[in-house]
């Protein structure tokens, strides 16, 4: 089984994160892998452990993406490519899937692992259009895989009402949430071996397309602004005797709050 | 000279911290409460290779170059020196030694197990009348036709509670000036752990007195030829510090942290005290001191994977480190108040705990002296 798994590398929400002019400011910024994507590579090497898989990650983006590739490596990935091109910087999800559909087509996979979504933007797109673009299965919010044969697998997802379970015929996308698995620390060993492992890094050129082939010169959305979430305001504070205080929140409730 | 820029360095200390966080972080205190490691904590850190840190890989090692080394052990220890202290008793002064002076079969027999974390190492060379002065051993290995028969009694063993494969300084019975180093597995016959030390700080680590009573071990466990006991020991003293050194600069780093984080929330006066000039410049004292002795570990480090002559530099390493960690703490405290000098807060710990940096593996003053020996000792 040939597994592509893909990986974004992301800002990291937990730090403070500064806004000036509708733009995100660099200063400060970090960068980390995509949690989901974190838990998506945990899968494949979880596959690549119980039925022999070959993992494949690819990253997509302008810059060095070589830290989040490297730790995925010790993790336990085997091969990795980096679509590194500047014009990616400006592209939307339908563009992203598309540059993965030229991947995917290059590579002869049986499955493609992404997360749900990213952390940056929360969209949660590129991986189901991904399925649409190469008109094959696609099941998201997946919490287990388990393999049944060479050409099927019974995923397990969360789904409004509990849980789903579907068969699903390879080749198939799947985006997995963070209940599917604990995400491993690399051993020591890992880290060690993954400074030996080639890169295979590439622009869009290199992999046989363009920025306008991928849609990229004609994006469906574009980011116009960002702003910064607003702070939470101070709650109030009554004292007092409990009926005076609580004749005093109920009017606020209703006259001012309006939510009564 | 950055080393931290490498990004496999980079790594190594991002994953060891988030691993110390998150699995030795809420157990850290607990352990300080008594002898002994979590056997949920110690299975957690065998297929992480923190037992093999530089073993070769055929032999179920990670081999980490010295300088991933010496950020494993300050990480650890940043968060329970204790254990960063069992970490690398086992991987430098239990482990090394048989890598550089034991046969392949010896290799092959001791260091798997060691490198899975199935058998903890331990460094036996002090005896109540031996420690500085290496020569003054006197647990006794009597040469007989089937191998040796050892005598004796070793104190302060570090990881002497827990540990499975040892290496034991003896002198021959015929010839008490000449030492050798034996390696005697915890099952032999005559050997035996006394009760567990007291001690003032690393009270996790299960530091004990071993004993040696008619143990009779095979000749092939005779690490090197006889004779080169002191050899090895000084040669696995050497890289010890390394790790000793890394170890103490951890502690400092943990107390360096608490103590900025105090500052910053602790109001006096109506203001925090990190506002206090006498506050920032006790902050910037141990940021310099630790920054140095950081520098000093990863040249040792870096001399030592190159091959070049490292004893003088993880001397300096190790003394600088060891003084650094005492006065950081003190520090510490010092900025912590009362609740610095109570068990709630973890400052108080890390006081304990770094004192012992400055007299295990060498004290400083032996440090000084290895220091002074090689200066003194260099062509002009």
Known sequence: MKILTTVKKVVDVELNIHVENGAILDKGLQYVINAWDENAVEAAVQLKES????????????????????KCYAMGIDNAIHIDDPALAKADSPTFARVLQKVYEAGDYDLVITG????????????IMLAQFLNIPCVSNVIK??????????????????????????????????????????????????????????????????????????????????????????????????????????????NEAKVL | MDFNRCMKHQLIRKTVREFAENEIRPLAAEMDKGPGFPDDLMEKMKPLHYFGLQVPMHLGGADLDSISYAIVIEEISRVS??????????????????????????????????????????????????????????????????????????IFVTNGGICGTILVFAVSDMDPARSSVFIVENHTPGFSVGEIEDLCGMRANPVASLFFEDCRIAADHCLGKPGQGLKIGLTALDTGRIGVAAQALGIAQAAFEESVAYAKARQQFNQPISRFQTIQNYLADMAVQIDASRLLVHRAAALKDKGQPFSAQAAMAKL???????????????????????????????????????????????????IARDLLTRPV
């Open chain 1, 51 to 70: 039925h022999k898989a070959d993992t494949t990650l690819v990253s997509l983006g302008s810059g060095d993406n070589t830290d989040i590739i490297r």
């Open chain 1, 116 to 127: 749900k979504q990213a952390q940056d933007t929360d969209a949660g797109q590129a991986g």
């Open chain 1, 145 to 254: 895989i388990e393999v049944t044969d060479d050409s099927h697998i019974q995923v397990s997802r969360l789904g409004d009402a509990g849980t789903e379970i579907l068969d699903v015929t390879l080749p198939a996308v799947i985006t997995v949430s963070d209940g599917i698995n604990e995400p491993r620390l690399p051993a020591m060993r890992g880290i060690m071996m993954a400074k030996k492992k080639k890169i295979n890094v590439m622009d869009l050129a290199g992999l046989g397309t363009s920025f306008e082939d991928v849609g990229g010169t004609a994006p469906t959305s574009e980011i116009v602004e960002f702003m910064p979430t607003e702070k939470r305001k101070g709650g109030q504070k009554f004292e007092g005797e409990p009926a005076e205080v609580t004749a005093k929140v109920v009017d606020l409730l209703v």
């Open chain 2, 81 to 154: 020196a204790a254990l960063g202290l069992c970490i690398t008793v086992h991987n430098s002064v239990g482990i090394y030694p048989i890598l550089r002076f034991g046969t392949r079969e010896q290799q092959q027999q001791f260091v798997p197990p060691m490198a899975a974390g199935e058998r903890i190492g331990a460094f036996c060379l002090t005896e109540a009348n031996a420690g500085s002065d290496a020569g003054g051993v006197e647990t006794v290995a009597q040469e007989t036709e089937q191998g040796f028969v050892l005598n004796g009694t070793k």
């Open chain 2, 320 to 370: 600088h480190c060891s003084t650094t960690a005492r006065t950081v703490t003190n520090l510490a405290v010092q900025i912590h108040g009362g609740y610095g000098y109570s068990k709630e807060y973890d400052v108080e710990r890390y006081f304990r705990d770094a004192k012992v940096t400055e007299i295990y593996e060498g004290t400083s003053e032996i440090q000084r002296m290895v």
